[in-house]
């Protein structure tokens, strides 16, 4: 390596994002449900409950009961008649897909790729009782990316939906075998020296979200930020890693990016996580 290279690694190693806070203000609040009108004000109460740690501006909530819509469409223009900053619901209104965990169902599908609002997805009533996963409020959140370093957007509403003095998890999870499959190519290129390859590229893979965590526990206590953030950055199954720290953390709710400007269908591992894991609330960005 040249004196140059060595100069631009070195660089490169200090360029790294830090992590900029910012308030997330709602105002307003929209839930929809598929129930007759007195059971979908019961779902709203329960959503204020579930949600009253942290919303403590004036809210303005609405709610859209089972027979305001009957399309994706009549719903689309319902939430952007309502213009709301955030959207509660839960998965497969207007089906009996809830008894099948293999699905959001099509409107959440479109709500979430279409819609301009995050949407609280709560678990489904006839899967857990409302005045249940009212009583977890939000005292353990848990953000959950594909890369955490620089994603401001996730962390801000991650600090936003955790009740004060309650815990946040950022977390971030390098896949074993991503970075396996690297390696393997590695050693198949004589001018790549397999060893030293190996014992440099995975540190560096952990120090980038390790250093932005650092940077948002630093500037959130400077702002005031009355949350305490954990870390877990590690390497592993992705998938089965969330599952094990969701349980190991009992973690009331998930904060994850859906939108991705690549491509039309919801964001990385966001889908088969909010899929399978059905009796927690998650955030959907």
């Not at 169902?105 to 609280?120: F, M, R």
């Amino acid at each position: 390596m040249t004196n140059v290279d060595q100069f631009e690694s070195v660089f490169r190693s200090a360029d790294k994002p830090v992590f900029h806070p910012a308030d997330i203000e709602i105002r307003s609040v929209l839930v929809i449900s598929d129930l007759a009108a007195q059971a979908a004000e019961r779902f709203t109460q329960s959503v204020r409950r579930f949600l009253q740690g942290l919303l403590d501006e004036p809210i303005d909530w609405q709610t859209l009961d089972g027979g305001a819509f009957s399309t994706q469409g009549e719903l689309l223009e319902k939430v952007k008649a309502a213009a709301p900053q955030l959207v509660c619901t839960y998965r497969n209104l207007h089906s009996d897909g809830w008894r099948w965990p293999h699905s959001l169902g099509e409107y959440l599908d479109v709500l979430t790729q279409v819609g301009e609002s995050p949407v609280l997805v709560c678990p489904h009533p006839e899967e857990m009782d409302p005045d249940e996963f009212a009583d977890y409020g939000t005292d353990r959140v848990m953000a959950v990316t594909d890369h955490i370093a620089g994603d401001d957007r996730l962390v801000n509403w991650a600090v936003k939906i955790t009740e004060a003095q309650g815990q946040l998890l950022l977390t971030h999870v390098e896949d074993q075998r991503d970075y396996d499959r690297m390696i393997e190519v590695i050693s198949k290129i004589p001018a790549l020296d397999t060893d030293i390859a190996r014992r440099t590229i995975r540190p560096q893979l952990l120090k980038e979200p390790h250093d932005y965590i650092r940077s948002c526990r630093e500037r959130l206590e400077k702002s005031g930020a009355r949350v305490k953030v954990e870390e877990v950055v590690t390497m592993g199954h992705r998938l089965v890693d969330y599952k094990r720290l969701i349980e190991d953390h009992k973690v009331d709710v998930l904060v994850l990016n859906t939108r991705d400007d690549d491509q039309l269908a919801m964001h990385g591992h966001a889908y088969p996580l909010a899929v399978e894991l059905r009796r927690i609330p998650m955030l959907l960005l």
